[in-house]
């Protein structure tokens, strides 16, 4: 189990997240929702320390995340982070040392993951030369190197195709399968609803939402009606979303 307790991180701008408190849960596929400057960035970096939390902790298996334990975490970029030169295979591996792995083992990790996910005839192929598609799940096999028991995805799906997108959802839903958690931001409503069995809304910073979903429960209504007091737009989504 994973927990976030009590976490505030402010600015001098009087922005920021405050008194962020989630639980996830092994198997759990959490989609994390916000308009943009809403506080899942910041919640993210304050996550994997890029930013310097004011207070509040995260909690794993009752243990407070430290550099030991942030090693059971991985993290999916929302961009496509990755050196253009080096082959998927050699970043694979690379990225598996860093882990802590010995070279013997990261490469047959590597060897193992990219076979797995349908990249092993692609191995010596550089980032830039491959499908959007294919970066993608390149990315997933760095992200899996460790074995890692929670997935933080930022926009994993952005700029995928329809085909390519069915693909990817189905490998993260084999994932939490397997028993991994993953949390994944996102702007495409429509696409969590088919995936996700939790969601978690922030709005100006707060969590505004946190529950498990039923089959009736419409993401794209829960979020506009709890955010409405944000916007100038006087649409009636209860009318648009029927």
């Known amino acids: 189990m994973f927990r976030i307790e009590g976490v505030t991180k402010k600015f001098d701008n009087n922005k920021g997240i405050f008194d962020i408190n989630i639980t996830f849960n092994e198997g759990d596929i959490v989609g994390l929702v916000g308009d943009n400057g809403a506080g899942k960035s910041t919640l993210l970096k304050c996550m994997f320390n ?12 009752d243990e407070e995340v430290n550099k030991a334990i942030m090693k059971r975490f991985s993290f999916f970029p929302d961009q496509s982070i990755y050196p253009k ?12 040392k860093l882990s802590g792995i010995k070279a013997k083992e990261a490469k047959q990790k590597a060897t193992s993951l990219l076979t797995s996910l349908d990249l092993i005839s692609y191995k010596k192929k550089t980032f830039k030369s491959l499908s959007a598609g294919m970066q993608k799940r390149a990315l997933l096999a760095i992200c899996l190197i460790n074995n890692p028991d929670i997935i933080v995805l930022d926009e994993p799906t952005a700029n995928l195709d329809v085909s390519s997108r069915i693909e990817f959802v189905a490998l993260l839903q084999k994932l939490a399968r397997m028993g991994k958690t993953i949390l994944i931001t996102s702007h495409i409503i429509d ?21 498990y979903l039923t089959p009736e429960d419409n993401i794209a209504r829960i979020y ?3 955010t409405s007091n944000t ?6 989504i209860d009318e648009l979303i029927k």
């Open 191 to 211: 696409e969590l609803q088919k995936f996700i069995n939790k969601l978690v809304i922030i709005n100006e910073g707060e969590v505004v939402f946190d529950r």
């Open 224 to 226: 506009f009606n709890l």
């Open 231 to 236: 916007r100038t737009s006087k649409i009636k």
């Open 50 to 61: 890029n930013y310097k939390k004011d207070s509040g902790q995260f909690l794993y298996n």
């Open 85 to 96: 030169s080096i082959s998927i295979f050699d970043f694979c591996v690379y990225s598996g």
